[in-house]
């Protein structure tokens, strides 16, 4: 796991920014994994902002797949994942809505919603960057401390905790659905390249828990652990449990300059 600390939410942004356009230069077919909530709206706002400006690359054949998806809202609605994911990143990228997959939270297809989702990913190749958050008591995507280090996309309740973070997208916690698809902590491994964004003081803790803590379902993120490509990259509030932050960095700024993240 390559920690890299860095001055400011805008440097996170930034630094991943250029790690999704630089995937997608390379093999502009890519299939990119997204991720949802506060944390990434920087960095989709910079490749926006890049593509608006012609200087970003085309993703006229990129495929995305979300990590999660709500399960009860209508149709449409505007705090269901898909929406958002397209409101915030796929529609102003010019991304085709038929190539923007997420869980089918459908009543009538639920008990299989799990599997299908398995094989889509497989049938496209696999995730060449899953972009993450971490959630305030570690969890990852949306699997809450006990999840299997080894789980599939399945159905997941949610924690009280977890439904009180995401109020804000909604009128109250009370309108948060208590279920949801999520991909698992398995399925999140087999993406070649895991980048994890960290910031604010909320997260603070959970990220040192799941960087320089034991590995264990506890902290579900702490899975990152297990994965031979992953990239931590947080802001100076994130950062201030990391024990070994200074080192982190110096590694960092040691680093080749071909070597990328």
């Known amino acids: 796991m390559e920690v890299v600390p860095l001055e400011s939410d805008t440097e996170v942004a930034t630094l991943a920014a250029d790690t999704i356009e630089a995937a997608v230069r390379t093999r502009p077919d890519a299939v990119l994994g997204l991720a949802t909530g506060s944390t990434p709206l920087l960095t989709y706002r910079e490749l926006i902002r890049r593509h608006h400006a012609g200087t970003g690359p085309s993703y006229a054949r990129v495929w995305c797949f979300t990590l999660d998806e709500y399960v009860g809202l209508p149709p449409g609605h505007p705090g269901s994942y898909r929406a958002t994911i397209a409101r915030e990143l796929t529609d102003p990228l010019g991304i085709p809505a038929e190539c923007v997959r997420g869980p089918d939270p459908t009543e009538a297809h639920l008990a299989s919603a799990g599997e299908r989702y398995e094989a889509e990913l497989k049938a496209a190749g696999g995730v060449e960057v899953q972009l993450l958050g971490i959630g305030s008591d570690g969890h990852l995507a949306f699997n809450e401390p006990g999840s299997s280090l080894g789980s599939l996309t399945r159905i997941k309740t949610l924690a009280e905790q977890t439904r009180q973070d995401n109020a804000r997208f909604f009128g109250s916690s009370d309108e948060v659905p208590r279920h949801v698809l999520t991909q698992?902590?398995?399925?999140?491994?087999?993406?070649?390249?895991?980048?994890?964004?960290?910031?604010?003081?909320?997260?603070?803790?959970?990220?040192?828990?799941?960087?320089?803590?034991?590995?264990?379902?506890?902290?579900p993120a702490s899975v990152l652990q297990l994965h031979p490509h992953a990239t931590v990259l947080v802001d100076p509030a994130a950062a201030q449990g990391l024990e070994r932050r200074a080192h982190y960095r110096e590694v960092y700024d040691a680093k080749p300059a071909w070597q990328g993240l």
């Open 184 to 219: 698992g902590l398995g399925t999140i491994l087999r993406a070649r390249h895991l980048l994890l964004l960290a910031t604010g003081p909320g997260k603070a803790h959970a990220l040192a828990a799941a960087v320089e803590g034991p590995l264990s379902a506890t902290c």
